[in-house]
């Protein structure tokens, strides 16, 4: 499946998003950043996108969809919990 259609197909629901995608063919890794995920659990995240590729998964022509949701805050908090290491 086209990372681009991935993409369009996420932006359609979350159209705030940033949606960084790995991967290629049948086997794709989202991350997906939006305000829309703020006060949802996170398995009703993964069941709203997983929700948008039932048929390509129920077909094969998507094989395995990974994904990363999270609001804009959580993601700002993982990054600033980065160490950096001098060398």
């Known amino acids: 499946m086209e990372a681009e259609l991935v993409r369009r197909r ?7 998003a940033k949606v960084f995608i790995e991967g290629e063919g049948c086997s794709l890794e989202v ?3 939006s305000d829309g995920f703020t006060n949802m659990p996170v398995l009703n995240r993964q069941k709203s996108i997983m929700k948008l ?6 077909s094969g022509a998507l094989h395995a969809l990974s994904i ?11 990054v600033s919990g980065l160490v950096q290491l001098d060398m």
């Open 53 to 58: 590729f039932e048929t390509e998964l129920a």
């Open 31 to 33: 991350r997906i950043i």
């Open 68 to 78: 990363k949701a999270r609001t804009p805050a959580e993601a700002n908090a993982s």
């Open 10 to 16: 996420i932006l359609g629901v979350y159209g705030d």
